[in-house]
């Protein structure tokens, strides 16, 4: 009788030294706290699924950094999560590896995979143009949720202005009109939707 083994090896499927042993004989390749096998491809869904024993959890959104990786965007998981939880809802996720936020979103910026939400390529990349730590390797993400997900600086926008509270929201213009070559005012002034 043959068995399959889960898409995904964990600790809890095989030890620790053997899943490591198999990365090393080239059998498998690691997503953050879980081990795939090389005949699959590295998907974002499968990515996401790699995070369920650290984040999953109903009111809990994989965001920022961590969501760049899941979209292909960023090479290799974050060493801390970022998580968005809404206002109303207890975080049910917690530990060194987590950095929670309180964050308003309305759906159609979350993507469903199960037993992990992720922020969509949109709303992820607007995540990013508003953070602090902005650098050259997060521009290189940003630059790879644009090519990857063929985004638009209109909808990017739109997502900005959605609420009037955001914070961050001049220099994230700045940064999208570097991002997709144009200025700050056409950043803040593109339509929503291409043509419009």
């Known amino acids: 009788m043959t068995t399959t083994l889960p898409l995904l090896l964990t600790d809890t499927d095989l030890p620790f030294v053997e899943l490591q042993s198999a990365r090393l004989d080239g059998e498998v ?4 706290e879980a081990f795939c ?12 699924h790699s995070l369920a024993p650290v984040l999953a ?10 969501a760049a990786w ?3 965007a960023a090479s290799a998981a974050p060493l801390r999560h970022d998580v968005f939880v809404p206002a109303d809802r207890r975080p049910g996720v917690t530990g060194p590896r987590i950095h929670l936020r309180i964050m308003a979103f309305d ?3 979350v993507v469903d995979f199960g037993p992990v939400r ?12 508003r953070t602090e730590a902005w650098s050259s390797a997060t521009r290189a993400v940003v630059q790879g949720l644009v090519d990857e997900h ?6 990017c926008v739109e997502l ?25 005012e056409a950043a803040s002034e593109a339509p929503a939707e291409p043509g419009a």
């Open 29 to 32: 390749f690691r997503l953050d």
């Open 37 to 48: 096998s090389v005949a699959e491809f590295d998907l974002p869904w499968r990515r996401a």
């Open 57 to 66: 959890g109903p009111a809990s959104v994989a965001a920022g950094m961590t």
């Open 70 to 72: 899941v979209w292909g």
């Open 107 to 109: 759906d159609d910026e």
């Open 118 to 129: 992720v922020t969509s390529p949109a709303r992820t990349l607007v995540d990013l143009v």
């Open 150 to 155: 063929r985004l638009e600086l209109g909808q």
């Open 160 to 184: 900005l202005e959605r609420r009037e509270r955001l914070p961050h929201r001049k220099r994230a213009r700045v940064r999208l009109g570097d991002v997709f070559g144009a200025t700050a």
